[in-house]
């Protein structure tokens, strides 16, 4: 497959945003036209495709359930006990695993996300993880929290970040989401052992000293920032400000729906009005821009297959309808009906009709046709029939807010 979008304006970490023709062939970025060309009209944005580092794709079930009201969460562990006695756990608990992580599939790809990290064991999601419609990735050590009371995934901090270092992948860990004493020790522990270092993509760190900050800045390693997941257990988040300035690479997660935004568009607004409303000053929209490719990349070791639109990467491109000057601001504000185009490794998975000559003009076998904002929309898989099984199996019309089409 070989096609050139045309007449767009191509926004990528490391050059200014200009008009530009973007080539794909044999699902990469190349230099030479393609056969097929479809022509954007000077109307859109093309953007490489979002990157959410943190998220629980068995968890992606609503509403969130959090503390009680006036009240929040000294660590996560009463909230994974109120989690299970929930009226969501037991709603939820109807569906079939792969349900579950189907339906996060559809989460991630209605927002414009093709690569998501689901914080999970590979001995659980492995089998599933490959028939979502987007890339959750498979190449991660990792530990839940690296507390004593944590819930012990996977084969222990050391084995995991071991594996991690040998095979160039993120070790991925929740880490001080929480303030009692041993969460707030998360960095010590991770020194101790030895694995404090460039590998490292620590969730949360909401109880973060200013000297944890700078050991992870000195380290090398990332942040997953989850602010709205934070905000509703903890009522406090990360100094993102601070590990900004510091030079931790700093990535964006939306966690599971369970706690976090409804989907990873929502998430970026939501953390834009926190930064404001922590700092009184705007969070750089070209910044978050870069938390949600180019620094999400690296943070999972992918920089060198997706994060830009560099020739030699992989076709990870989300267009947008360009609804304001700014291809940043358009970003941050981008709702999801605002994406006209979403394409996983050279092949469209989500988009308008007038994309489909991409795909040979017809709608192709594994896809189907839905309505969103009222636009005859093409998608990967069927969606509909799964949101269908899904409220058959409840037993009642149930809403999913990042399933953003309508009723047929
Ligand atoms: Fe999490």
């Not at 009184?280 to 910044?287: N, T």
Request: charged share 20%.
């Amino acid at each position: 497959m070989e096609y050139t979008l045309t007449g767009g304006t191509l926004v990528s970490h490391g050059t200014k945003a200009h008009t530009g023709d973007l080539n794909i062939q044999d699902g990469r970025i190349v230099s030479r036209r393609g056969s097929v060309s479809v022509d954007l009209r000077g109307e859109s944005y093309v953007y490489p495709s979002l990157i959410s580092t943190h998220d629980h794709l068995q968890g992606n079930y609503l509403p969130a359930v959090g503390p009680q009201p006036g009240t929040f969460y000294l660590t996560w562990l009463p909230w994974d006990n109120d989690l299970k006695a929930s009226e969501t756990f037991r709603e939820r608990s109807q569906l079939t695993r792969e349900d579950l992580y189907a339906l996060s599939g559809y989460k991630c790809l209605f927002s414009g996300v093709t690569t998501v990290n689901d914080h999970f064991p590979q001995k659980i999601n492995s089998a599933i993880l490959p028939t979502l419609p987007i890339r959750a990735i498979l190449e991660y050590g990792l530990a839940h929290e690296c507390s004593s009371y944590d819930l012990k995934w996977g084969d222990g901090i050391e084995v995991e970040h071991k594996r991690a270092v040998e095979n160039k992948w993120p070790f991925i860990t929740h880490l001080c989401e929480g303030f009692d004493e041993e969460s707030m020790r998360g960095v010590e522990t991770l020194e101790s052992l030895g694995v404090l270092d460039n590998h490292c993509l620590l969730v949360h760190c909401i109880s973060f000293s200013d000297a944890d900050i700078k050991k992870a800045a000195q380290a090398g390693a990332s942040v997953s920032w989850c602010g709205r997941s934070n905000m509703f257990m903890f009522n406090v988040t990360a100094k993102v400000r601070k590990m900004i300035q510091a030079g931790v690479n700093v990535t964006i997660g939306t966690d599971s729906s369970a706690t976090g935004s409804e989907n990873f568009l929502a998430e970026l607004k939501y953390d834009r009005n926190l930064y404001r409303s922590m700092y009184g000053e705007d969070l750089p929209a070209e910044k978050m821009f870069e938390m949600v490719t180019h620094n999400a990349a690296k943070a999972l070791w992918m920089g060198d297959r997706v994060g830009t639109l560099d020739e030699g990467k992989l076709g990870d491109i989300l267009v947008l309808k360009a609804g304001n000057d700014n291809p940043y601001e358009n970003l941050v504000n981008a709702s999801m009906e605002n994406i006209e185009l979403l394409i996983l490794a050279g092949m469209p998975i989500y988009g308008e009709m007038r994309f489909l000559d991409i795909l040979g003009g017809t709608l192709p076998s594994g896809y189907t046709q839905i309505k969103v904002s009222g636009r005859p929309m093409f998608v990967k898989g069927d969606p509909a029939g799964l949101y269908s099984e899904v409220r058959r199996k409840i037993g009642f019309k149930k809403i999913l807010g990042y399933l953003p089409f309508e009723d047929n």
